[in-house]
């Protein structure tokens, strides 16, 4: 590895990571660090089969016998196929992690999901690896719990997918159920009483239209009326305008991506004055098409804090020669959140996965987290609102957790 003396800025977020990744320190230390979004991608009702018992893997030709001053850390990502440009970048930003704050305690190995998730992972644990990071698709950690669980390897999953959440799975990607529920509180605060919703068929239309019920009774006021739809052009201006035809709504949650939302957006508001509040969710941040949109004006959704990423991108693109997935910044975080864990890990070990769940949280590129007992990590979001030719802060992230 080329360890080149990182950017000026990225020295001063090693420093301060160094010194400030503990639990106490996150309300001072969380603007500090990058912030960065990403997207989650729905994904299908179709069930899966219970995964099959991992084939018996002798170590690969590479493996190191022994590494007895480094912690071996498996990262499981694409590295060839459709999606192996993602993943790609998710290991370049492990690798700007270890170089940002000149860790030298831990060795990460790629290991390429993209011919199997399952023989990925059973190559890992048998090279060594005590902690699995990956993998980006839900429907490939059963897999990949079923290698390593035997092992008594955990593993911090890219993926939004809480339904494979568990004592040894750890979720951390960013999900529905707490932008919806953010974007609610802060609506409700602003005087929102009656809410639609247009949400697709499928898991995350299911799990989006879940959360937003939980978020109204919590918080106050009423689902008039939601319309779903088969993912489309064509089905969601159809369910828009079945929406707008009833009527009766001050504020409508979109469950879908920037581009059907601004499909949508046109037809709920044709005609109608007052114009209602349109609300996104995780899925709008980052999306350029937001801002030139005259129908997304006064728009809001809630997502991790952005303020930073264009430094975080910066020096990825000088260090990489290209631009950053904004998922990448997951495997940022996850290289900081072991590095905190690592001070009290003697290498050989077993990871000590129950010191993720201290309720003081971690502290990442995408700013505060911390995983509840059900394994799902827990985020400091912002509300953002579309105005004019930009997406503004409108409600800041939180610093920290109070409780």
Not at 118 to 141: F, P, T
Not at 163 to 171: G, H, L, Y
Not at 180 to 196: C, N, W
Request: hydrophobic residues 45%; glycine residues 10%; aromatic residues 6%.
């Amino acid at each position: 590895m080329n360890h080149e003396k990182a950017p000026n800025w990225a020295g001063r977020l090693a420093s301060t990571a160094a010194r400030l990744l503990r639990p106490r320190h996150l309300a001072m230390a969380g603007a500090a660090l990058l912030a960065a979004g990403c997207q989650v991608i729905p994904k299908s009702d179709a069930p899966t089969a219970p995964p099959p018992p991992p084939p018996v893997t002798e170590p690969s030709a590479t493996a190191l016998p022994t590494d007895s001053g480094r912690h071996r850390i498996a990262l499981l990502v694409p590295i060839s196929g459709e999606t192996g440009a993602v993943g790609q970048a998710i290991a370049n930003a492990t690798t700007m992690a270890l170089l940002d704050t000149n860790a030298d305690n831990l060795r990460i190995t790629s290991y390429d999901t993209s011919a199997g998730a399952a023989a990925a992972a059973a190559q890992a644990i048998a090279d060594g690896n005590k902690l699995i990071l990956g993998s980006l698709a839900g429907d490939e950690v059963p897999l990949i719990q079923a290698a390593a669980r035997s092992a008594g390897v955990p593993v911090i999953a890219f993926t939004s997918d809480t339904k494979v959440a568990s004592s040894d799975v750890f979720v951390m990607g960013n999900t529905p159920e707490q932008s919806i529920k953010r974007s609610v509180q802060f609506l409700r605060s602003r005087g929102a009483t009656r809410f639609a919703a247009l949400v697709p068929e499928g898991d995350y239309g299911a799990r989006a239209i879940a959360a937003f019920d939980r978020a109204i009774v919590e918080f106050g006021g009423t689902l008039v009326r939601r319309e779903t739809y088969a993912r489309g052009n064509t089905s969601v201006v159809s369910a828009a305008a079945r929406l707008r035809s009833a009527g009766g709504f001050d504020t409508v949650l979109i469950a879908d991506s920037a581009r059907l939302g601004l499909d949508a957006a046109g037809e709920l508001q044709r005609g109608r004055a007052p114009r209602p509040r349109l609300v996104g969710t995780e899925l709008w941040s980052g999306d350029p098409l937001l801002a030139k949109s005259p129908a997304m004006q006064g728009a809001l959704f809630s997502a991790v804090s952005d303020q930073r990423y264009k430094r975080f991108a910066e020096s990825y693109e000088t260090r990489f020669g290209a631009k950053p997935y904004r998922i990448a910044t997951l495997g940022y975080d996850a290289v900081l959140l072991t590095l905190r864990i690592a001070r009290e890990w003697k290498v050989g070990n077993p990871f000590p996965k129950n010191e993720l769940y201290d309720r003081g949280g971690f502290l990442g590129v995408d700013g505060p987290f911390r995983f509840t007992r059900a394994g799902i990590a827990e985020r400091a979001l912002e509300v953002r609102e579309v105005k004019g030719t930009e997406v503004i802060a409108a409600d800041p992230a939180p610093t920290g957790f109070g409780d």
